[in-house]
């Protein structure tokens, strides 16, 4: 057995400790709003956060994150929208929209962290991929968000 903390409800499962998080999280526990993209870490449709660092989850097993805060697109604001999820649909960032809950996810960790990121700071944290390009609008939505925040635009 296996307990895992996910958007802050523990779960005991019965699991193989090398199965990747991602599909603890998709067939295990029916969240299936981190996306499989290419199974190698590279892409980053799978990121989540543990313990707020994003991570790919693709290539995470479940032993790993034992004991650990994971937080998947699900839990992104709760009750309501996110500030950054809210500066998504304000900058129109998604096209597709595969891609976004990693994106989010990963630029959530950034800005806590990191709360005012240049450009360069930014393309280090988000190197997930986007098939449509939307990143001119997805480092817009992050501007909008420092804005908000008091920082400059």
Request: charged share 15%; proline share 7%.
């Amino acid at each position: 057995m296996i307990s895992l903390q996910i958007n802050g409800k523990t779960h005991e499962l019965d699991v193989e400790p090398e199965m990747p998080l991602l599909w603890v999280l998709r067939d295990v526990l029916g969240l299936t709003g981190t996306k499989y993209g290419c199974g190698i870490a590279f892409c980053g449709a799978c990121t989540v956060q543990v313990d707020g660092d994003a991570v790919r989850s693709c290539v995470m097993p479940v032993a790993a994150v034992a004991g650990k805060a994971v937080t998947t697109i699900e839990a992104l604001g709760g009750d309501s929208l996110h500030p950054l999820q809210q500066a998504w649909i304000d900058a129109q960032v998604p096209q597709c929209g595969y891609c976004q809950p990693g994106f989010l996810l990963a630029a959530t960790a950034l800005l806590a962290r990191t709360p005012n990121p240049t450009d360069q700071e930014i393309n280090d944290a988000l190197g997930n991929i986007c098939r449509c390009g939307t990143y001119p609008r997805i480092r817009e939505a992050l501007r909008l968000v420092i804005a908000k925040s008091g920082g400059p635009q």
